[in-house]
């Protein structure tokens, strides 16, 4: 089934696939809490190409890899040029967002801060806090995406980043979320072409809003926290993506496609990675 043609929508609206948290290493034998990050991803390439193809654009939200290595980079670099699709990245807490300026120059991978396609306007922010796992925005990011929405009135705006912009609701994930969100709430609340927030981090099906706005989290490409959970905790749920259908007026359609079956070898009683 193709869910782009199955979901109800027009010809002329964009179709996206945000795919978050691949943590892949150096090396292609890693593992995460007993999951290979790298076969796991590739699984998750392999069944968007089954349910999800063609999109106009993919969207990685983050975490691309465990150890911001230059091998793990370029080794994404390799498997996204296969696909033939455009594809954006922005940086993670796992991530160095120098690196990436440095690796992700050419098509059809990009690490930019804007992207306008058609009605639509994205904006690619970084999160990533040097030494921390929590995220924050710089105030200067944020005035140049106002000063973008100014200058693009027709357009209506999609904001992609990291870390949860507010809180999901379980506590330890919680306190790594984006600790100075006010000014980019701010916008959100301010300019109603603002129409949602999609980021990663959370390694889940997480939905909120601010205001009006919708924020979507993404599940992980290998394994997936525990929802509402006190402590650190493995879900018992596959790894995925999420689908993203824009229109000419500003809806917004989503929803997450998940591989049938867990990791073979997850560590579900893991107490960190």
């Known amino acids: 089934m193709n869910v782009f043609s199955a979901n109800r929508g ?82 993670g807490n796992h991530d160095t967002p120098d690196r990436l300026e440095e690796v992700f120059t050419l098509p059809p991978v990009i690490y930019q801060p804007f992207l306008h396609y058609k009605q639509w306007l994205f904006a690619f922010l970084d999160s990533e806090t040097p030494n921390e796992e929590g995220g924050t925005l710089d105030e200067n990011a944020i005035e140049n995406l ?33 600790a100075n969100p006010d000014s980019l709430i701010k916008i959100i609340t301010k300019h109603s072409k603002v129409k949602g927030v999609i980021h990663g981090h959370v390694h889940q099906d997480s939905q909120g809003h601010i205001a009006n706005t919708p924020l979507y989290g993404a599940p992980s490409t290998c394994f997936q926290f525990k929802p509402l959970s006190k402590e650190f905790a493995i879900d018992d749920m596959p790894p995925g993506y999420r689908w993203l259908r824009l229109s000419t007026e500003g809806e917004i359609q989503t929803g997450v496609i998940r591989l049938d079956a867990m990791p073979a070898n997850l560590e579900r009683h893991s107490a960190g990675y």
């Open 10 to 91: 027009e010809e002329s609206d964009i179709k996206i696939l945000q795919i978050s948290d691949m943590h892949l290493s150096a090396s292609t034998d890693a593992q995460l809490v007993g999951v290979n990050t790298e076969e796991s991803f590739l699984s998750i390439l392999t069944l968007a190409q089954d349910e999800s193809w063609p999109p106009d654009l993919i969207f990685l939200t983050g975490d691309l890899s465990q150890d911001s290595s230059t091998e793990s980079y370029s080794r994404l670099i390799q498997h996204l040029k296969k696909l033939h699709i455009p594809c954006y990245v922005l940086p």
């Open 146 to 178: 106002r000063q973008e929405i100014l200058a693009h009135p027709d357009k209506h705006v999609l904001i992609c980043l990291h870390h949860q912009l507010i809180p999901v609701d379980s506590e330890w994930l919680d306190t790594m979320v984006v």
